[in-house]
């Protein structure tokens, strides 16, 4: 992330996984593994639904809990601010974001396998019901052109939406309207 916390990412849909990875290999990222994420959305009085654009996340991974904040300003690879820190105890990290006045909306499942490349962090996400999809976040749009390009990734297909966003438009799936977007629950 930049010094204006500007999140600064892509994806590229239904890409060919074993490939990608091939590749990623070949131009020396280091691989660091499949890991099983669990997030937690929540809203707030201000940003009481989707079309507002924000969000907190409080995401779950195997060996780490990481609290974030994001606000989509406009649809770019530059487009959203993001801030974001660990939480030591996700449990109480929740209880302090619902005396903050927030509240769950949806709890989310994926599975993630993340490359590093220099200051380029290479996602495969694989969410429910869809196929797995690159997200690719860098320093600068232009790095992430380059990597896009030495992955054989065609960026006139790229994609700026957000996951939600993205989930509903290409594979029709309301998942703005869903209180739960796991493996095992889909509602």
């Not at 280091?30 to 669990?38: A, M, R, V």
């Amino acid at each position: 992330m930049n010094m204006s916390n500007r999140e600064i990412e892509v994806r590229f849909l239904e890409v060919d996984v074993e490939n990608l990875k091939l590749k990623l290999l070949k131009l020396g990222a280091q691989d660091c593994g499949l890991d099983h994420l669990n997030e937690t959305i929540f809203y707030g009085l201000d940003f009481p639904t989707p079309a507002a654009g924000k969000f907190v996340r409080l995401r779950e991974y195997k060996d780490r809990t990481v609290l974030t904040f994001k606000h989509r300003v406009e649809i770019s690879a530059t487009g959203t601010i993001e801030y974001e820190f660990n939480v030591s105890d996700a449990q109480e990290a929740k209880k302090f974001l619902e005396a903050l006045g927030l509240f769950v909306c949806r709890f989310v499942e994926k599975k993630r396998h993340t490359f590093e490349l220099g200051n380029i962090k290479v996602d495969i996400d694989f969410w429910p019901q869809i196929p797995p999809y690159v997200e690719i976040e860098g320093p600068s749009e232009k790095d992430l052109k380059e990597i896009s390009r030495k992955l054989d990734l065609d960026w006139s297909k790229v994609v700026f939406l957000d996951a939600m966003h993205l989930i509903e438009k290409y594979y029709h799936i309301p998942f703005s309207k869903l209180k739960y977007f796991t493996f095992d629950r889909i509602e």
